[in-house]
C-alpha cells in the first residue's frame, strides 16, 4: 500500500513537471505571447531604473531651453519649463506601471473574493452582482473622473478610482467562470466527504479560473493606464510637476504648433505599454487554453 502512494507521488510529479514543459513550450512558440512579453517587460525595466535611465532630473527647468526640439542635447526635446522630456517620459513609466500594477492587483483580489462567494452563495449573488451591474453601467472613464473629484488628485486617489472601476468587471468574470467549476462532479464529492465552504472555494474553484483571471488582468493593467493618462490629461490624475504621461500631453496640448514632440513621445509609449499588455493577454490566453494547437 505503502509502495502504491509512492508510485502515485512519483507519477503526478512526472505529470506535473510534463504540464510546465508543454506549457513553456506553448508560449515560446507562441509570437503574441513573446512579443508581448518583450514589451511589458521593457516597460517593466524602464519604469524600474529610471533613476539610471533618465540622463537629467525630469524636475529640473532650464529656461533658456524653453521648447527646443529634439537633437543632440535633448533627445526628445525640452517642454515649456525647459525640462528635459526624455527624462520626463521614463519617469512617466514608473507612474504608468505602478498605477498599472497596483489597479491589476487589486482588482484580481477583490474581484476573485466578490465573484467566488457571490457564485458560492446563493443569497450574496444578487446583493454583490447588482451593485457590480450599476457599477459596470457607468463608462469607466466617466466613474473614474466622478470619483477624482470627490478624492481629490494623488496617485493613491488614482489607484482607488481605478480600482473601484475594474473590481465589478473582474468580479463579473470570476463569477461566470466560477459558475461552470461549481457544476463539476468533483465539487459535489468534496461537499459529500465534508470539505468546508472555504476549502472548496478557494482550494479547488478558485485554481480552476485561475488562467482566466490572470488574462483579465493584463487588459485591466492595459485599461488602467490609459485612465490613468487621460485621468492626467484632463488634470485630475497625477498632479504636476510630477511626470505621468498623461499631464506631459497636458501640458502639450497648449504648445502642439511649436512642441509637437510633447504630444508624440508620451502618445508613443503610452500606446506601446497598452498595445504590449494587450499582445500579451492575447498570446497568454492563447497558451492557457487547452484547445488551441
Excluded at 74 to 97: H, L
Excluded at 135 to 140: C, E, F, H, V, Y
Aim: glycine fraction near 8%; aromatic fraction near 10%.
Amino acid at each position: 500500500m505503502k509502495q502504491q502512494k509512492i508510485q502515485m507521488e512519483e507519477i503526478k510529479k512526472t505529470l506535473k513537471k510534463e504540464q510546465q514543459q508543454l506549457m513553456i513550450r506553448r508560449f515560446f512558440h507562441n509570437r503574441l505571447a513573446v512579443i508581448g512579453t518583450c514589451i511589458v517587460l521593457f516597460m517593466f525595466v524602464l519604469a524600474i531604473f529610471a533613476g539610471f535611465i533618465a540622463p537629467k532630473d525630469p524636475l529640473s527647468m532650464t529656461v533658456k531651453d524653453r521648447l527646443v526640439p529634439p537633437g543632440s542635447k535633448y533627445i526628445f526635446g525640452a517642454d515649456t519649463f525647459g525640462r528635459d522630456v526624455f527624462s520626463r517620459v521614463v519617469y512617466g513609466a514608473r507612474v504608468s506601471i505602478l498605477v498599472g500594477t497596483c489597479v491589476g492587483l487589486s482588482s484580481m483580489i477583490f474581484g476573485m473574493f466578490i465573484g467566488l462567494y457571490a457564485c458560492y452563495y446563493k443569497f450574496l449573488d444578487n446583493i454583490l452582482m447588482r451593485i457590480c451591474d450599476g457599477l459596470s453601467a457607468i463608462p469607466s472613464t466617466l466613474l473614474a473622473i466622478a470619483l477624482m473629484a470627490v478624492l481629490g488628485p494623488t496617485i493613491t486617489n488614482v489607484v482607488i478610482a481605478l480600482s473601484i472601476v475594474y473590481i465589478p468587471r473582474m468580479a463579473r468574470v470570476c463569477r461566470a467562470a466560477a459558475v461552470v467549476v461549481k457544476e463539476q462532479t468533483y465539487i459535489e464529492a468534496m461537499r459529500a466527504v465534508g470539505a468546508s465552504d472555504t476549502r472548496i472555494i478557494w482550494c479547488h474553484i478558485a485554481p480552476n479560473i485561475l488562467s482566466l483571471v490572470i488574462v483579465q488582468v493584463s487588459y485591466n493593467f492595459a485599461n488602467s493606464i490609459i485612465t490613468e493618462a487621460a485621468l492626467s490629461f484632463i488634470g485630475v490624475g497625477v498632479p504636476a510637476p510630477q511626470p505621468s504621461w498623461g499631464n506631459i500631453l497636458n501640458e502639450g496640448k497648449l504648445v502642439i504648433n511649436s512642441g509637437w514632440w510633447l504630444i508624440i513621445f508620451p502618445g508613443l509609449f503610452t500606446a506601446l505599454a497598452v498595445l504590449g499588455l494587450n499582445i500579451f493577454g492575447d498570446g497568454l490566453r492563447d497558451v492557457l487554453d487547452p484547445h488551441t494547437n
